[in-house]
């Protein structure tokens, strides 16, 4: 005679041993480090939006403004950046301030000589203005 089950007395495969345990431990241990991961993610944003940082700014452009010009030399890093032949440039910068915004604007003049010509640069008032000259 065979059996065949029904819905009151359904076969049940190994119904005798025990469950296999889930990985609780292992879920423990990821929730813990992730929540590590959140305190220490929010007190580092908190740190770094409370904490003021002393950058002199304000006596920097107060130097700059009070500076009769300035001598400032451009170096290139590569010798495939190089212009005319030459790695580096000499730039001189007058700053100015407007009265009535005390916002700080340069003029600045460069000349750059080269084997056959002198290119010149100048920045006046906002607007640029270029020459170049046959040498010799």
């Avoid at 010509?117 to 100048?122: D, G, L, M």
Wanted: aromatic letters at 8%; charged letters at 10%.
């Amino acid at each position: 005679m065979q059996f065949s089950p029904k819905l009151e007395d359904p076969i049940l495969a190994h119904e005798d041993q025990p469950t296999p345990r889930r990985r609780t431990k292992l879920r423990w241990i990821v929730g813990a480090v992730v929540f590590c991961g959140v305190v220490c993610a929010s007190v580092g944003a908190l740190v770094v939006y409370t904490h003021k940082v002393r950058n002199n700014a304000a006596a920097i452009t107060t130097n700059l403004q009070q500076a009769p010009g300035l001598l400032v030399t451009l170096t290139a890093k590569r010798a495939s950046m190089d212009f005319n032949g030459q790695t580096s440039a000499q730039v001189y910068v007058i700053p100015h301030t407007a009265s009535a915004t005390g916002a700080v604007s340069f003029d600045a003049f460069l000349s750059h000589v080269g084997a056959n010509t002198t290119q010149n640069y100048v920045l006046l008032g906002g607007r640029a203005y270029t020459s170049t000259v046959q040498n010799g």
